[in-house]
């Protein structure tokens, strides 16, 4: 069975750094794009970095130069180092895989497996 599990979430004041790593399990981490979404409350899912199977990663607009997504196959995990963060980077961060990469890889509902999310909050 595919699973993805986040960790690292916390609470950090604005300005400042956290990252998030994902866990993957399933021998399918190699072969899948991997994502990160972040939601807050009352708010649609939103993509904040895609991580292709091959090239370099994809951001958002609203995170690009401060973030960076990598995957590390050989240890089957995913990470997104966080830099400069502020209030409006507050909300749930889930990672998500996506079989082959089929799909358009910025919408939420291609995604065939998620994590169950982890806190990330910032103060200001």
């Known amino acids: 069975q595919v699973q993805l599990m986040e960790s690292g979430g916390g609470s950090v004041q604005a300005g400042g750094s956290l990252s998030l790593s994902c866990e993957f399990s399933?021998?399918?981490?190699?072969?899948?794009?991997m994502a990160w979404f972040r939601q807050v409350p009352g708010k649609e899912r939103e993509a904040a970095a895609i991580?292709?199977?091959?090239?370099?990663?994809k951001y958002d607009d609203s995170v690009k130069g401060r973030f960076t997504a990598s995957r590390d196959n050989a240890k089957n995990t995913l990470y997104l180092h966080m830099n400069s963060l502020t209030p409006e980077d507050t909300a749930m961060y889930y990672c998500?895989?996506?079989?082959?990469?089929?799909?358009?890889?910025?919408?939420?509902?291609?995604?065939?497996?998620w994590g169950q999310g982890t806190q990330v909050t910032v103060s200001s």
């Open positions: 998500a895989a996506l079989r082959d990469c089929a799909g358009d890889w910025w919408r939420p509902n291609v995604y065939d497996y």
């Open positions: 399933g021998d399918i981490y190699s072969r899948y794009c």
């Open positions: 991580i292709p199977v091959t090239g370099e990663a």
